[in-house]
């Protein structure tokens, strides 16, 4: 299993609450495509976005292209929000 770990942010939320984090993620869960590997996902909200956590299944053959891809099409279900990897 791999983790995918990025932070959203929303310039017109500063900071969020565990219900921002909460409607992440029932949004991602409704447009999940089977398909993609995604086994779990996970939100926290945090100062100044929310922590997401996607873990993928598999042995790491599908490769960076499909995780991306798979990665790409669920965020695009979030308008508003910018995705970044954590520092």
Do not use: K, N
């Amino acid at each position: 299993m791999h983790l995918v770990h990025l932070i959203l942010t929303r310039p017109d939320l500063h900071q969020p609450s565990p219900a921002d984090a909460e409607r992440i993620l029932d949004t991602l869960w409704a447009h999940l495509d089977p398909g993609t590997g995604i086994e779990h996902m996970r939100t926290r909200p945090r100062p100044s976005g929310v922590d997401l956590g996607l873990w993928f299944s598999g042995d790491g053959t599908d490769g960076a292209q499909h995780v991306a891809a798979a990665v790409t099409r669920l965020l695009a279900s979030l308008p508003g929000w910018t995705a970044t990897a954590p520092h």
